[in-house]
């Protein structure tokens, strides 16, 4: 087999097992996100997000690995035109159950954030979080997303350098990322080795690769105590950055 086959049988391999997996957590998941839109939380995330939004217009939203569509219902209730994809099926469905329960309107596709199925320039807004430190082609999905948003158009990012972590180091904390058992917390370790994003320095790299795809940035290095208040949830202490990057 020649290295192009082998590349991509692994990276293919990769991806199945990154799906595996998020489909095994969905549920646990999705529990966690229904209490943080229910909480102090939620109205918190959202007082981060609205500020930095056009005041008075309707938008086309995409939410890239909406999970159990946290994003997607504070976006839909906002009276934005959200339409939400994830790579997990399991995770879809949780999100379809949650979105149509909270009385808003979304639409989800199945889709890899890494490879999208839109035209170009489709989007006034996209929002991601806790996604990139996952993808096995981060500047690939970051290029996909540009392509996507319209000129003008902004792109939030929040996510962790988890790279530089061990999840299995707070495993007996009871944090929100580690209310799983230890197998599992053994297996996302395995595969976020395996994942080339856990090398770089973030979020400076993502800034980085943005300016360099034309964007102009803005970054909060940690967030955390502004958005994680509900005291019946543990999170863990890796600090969440937060980026804003318009495209010009």
Not at 179 to 196: G, P, T, W, Y
Request: with cysteine; aromatic share 8%; net charge negative.
């Amino acid at each position: 087999m020649n290295t192009a086959l082998e590349h991509s049988s692994a990276a293919a391999r990769l991806s199945a097992e990154i799906e595996a997996y998020w489909d095994e957590r969905s549920e646990a998941f999705s529990k966690v996100r229904l209490q943080e839109l229910n909480g102090p939380d939620g109205r918190a995330w959202w007082e981060t997000i609205a500020p930095r939004l056009p005041a008075g217009k309707k938008l086309r939203v995409l939410d890239i690995g909406t999970g159990a569509g946290f994003f997607a219902i504070l976006l839909g209730k906002a009276g934005h035109e959200v339409t939400a994809i994830d790579q997990s099926g399991s995770m879809l469905r949780h999100a379809r159950e949650n979105v149509l329960a909270c009385g808003t309107h979304a639409t989800f596709r199945k889709m890899d954030a890494q490879k999208l199925l839109f035209p170009d320039n489709s989007f006034d807004l996209i929002l991601s979080r806790n996604l990139t430190w996952t993808l096995p082609d981060a500047l690939g999905a970051y290029r996909e997303w540009l392509r996507v948003l319209k000129k003008g158009g902004l792109l939030l990012n929040f996510d962790s350098d988890c790279g530089r972590c061990s999840f299995e180091d707070t495993v007996d904390t009871d944090h929100a990322r580690t209310q799983v058992d230890k197998a599992q917390v053994q297996r996302c370790n395995a595969i976020k080795e395996q994942l080339s994003i856990s090398t770089c320095r973030r979020p400076y790299w993502d800034l980085a690769v943005m300016q360099e795809l034309g964007c102009e940035c803005s970054c909060e290095e940690d967030i955390s105590g502004r958005v994680h208040l509900d005291p019946g949830i543990a999170y863990d202490n890796i600090p969440l950055f937060a980026i804003c990057a318009r495209k010009k």
